[in-house]
């Protein structure tokens, strides 16, 4: 691994989190270093902190929406290349999450989103009926909802529409609680339209 790499992508995912447009330099922390350029050490950094790989899309969206709406609303995300992952975490005291390997991730049939339901004891039918709509999107069971094909459209949508993980997770936040809103109180709502009706 090239030196300092994995000190670069915390950073610059940290930054990016907080809206900072941040990039990672050649070299990493060493070239800034050797260049005599002022750091801030990373224990100085705050948490609360998790990190998932680069380029998210449903369960690595959902998740952070999960944590944000019912466990820590002030909790930070960064995305990293995939090879970065267990590197950030260990330096920046960040959480893995949906990664090969680590304890918040698939298990089985259950998708990473069904586990930190089920771990935070978050169990509600709103949530239930989420986890199996969020499931059947990330593993492509499109038969288990309806729903599903949906998800997974948007979820790429959003994926083509933002080049920067941070924007997209923010656009992300808003879809999912509009999820949220349907399955908790919309679910027995149907939309029909005729000639001459309004809507």
Same mark, same amino acid.
């Given at each position: ?5 994995? *000190? ?11 809206? =900072? ?17 002022? &750091?801030?050490?990373? =224990?100085?950094?705050?948490?609360? *902190?998790? =990190? ?6 449903? !369960? ?7 944590? &944000?709406?019912? =466990? ?41 989103? #069904? %586990? ?8 509600? /039918?709103?949530? !239930?009926? %989420? ?6 999107? #990330? ?11 949906? *998800? ?6 959003? /994926?083509?529409?933002?080049?920067? #993980? ?8 808003? *879809?999912? !609680?509009?999820?949220? &809103? ?5 679910? #027995?709502?149907?939309?029909?339209? /005729?000639?001459?009706?309004? /809507?």
């Amino acid at each position: 691994m090239p030196t300092g790499q994995k *000190l670069s992508h915390g950073v610059r995912a940290r930054l990016r989190a907080r809206g =900072v447009n941040a990039n990672v330099l050649a070299g990493g922390n060493h070239g800034w270093r050797d260049a005599q350029l002022p &750091r801030v050490p990373a =224990v100085n950094i705050p948490g609360p *902190l998790w =990190v998932t790989r680069h380029r998210p899309k449903i !369960d690595r969206i959902a998740c952070p929406w999960l944590i &944000r709406r019912f =466990v820590d609303p002030k909790a930070e995300f960064m995305f990293v290349p995939p090879t970065e992952v267990a590197a950030v975490a260990d330096k920046f005291g960040a959480i893995p999450f949906d990664i090969g390997d680590t304890h918040w991730t698939h298990h089985g049939d259950a998708c990473t989103f #069904d %586990m930190m339901v089920a771990e935070f004891g978050l169990r509600h /039918s709103a949530l !239930d009926t %989420m986890a199996t709509i969020i499931r059947a999107a #990330d593993t492509d069971r499109h038969d288990l909802a309806p729903q599903a094909a949906g *998800l997974l459209a948007l979820s790429i949508g959003l /994926s083509r529409m933002y080049k920067d #993980d941070t924007a997209q997770l923010e656009a992300g936040i808003g *879809l999912y !609680d509009a999820l949220y &809103r349907w399955a908790r109180d919309g679910q #027995d709502e149907g939309h029909g339209w /005729s000639a001459g009706q309004a /809507s």
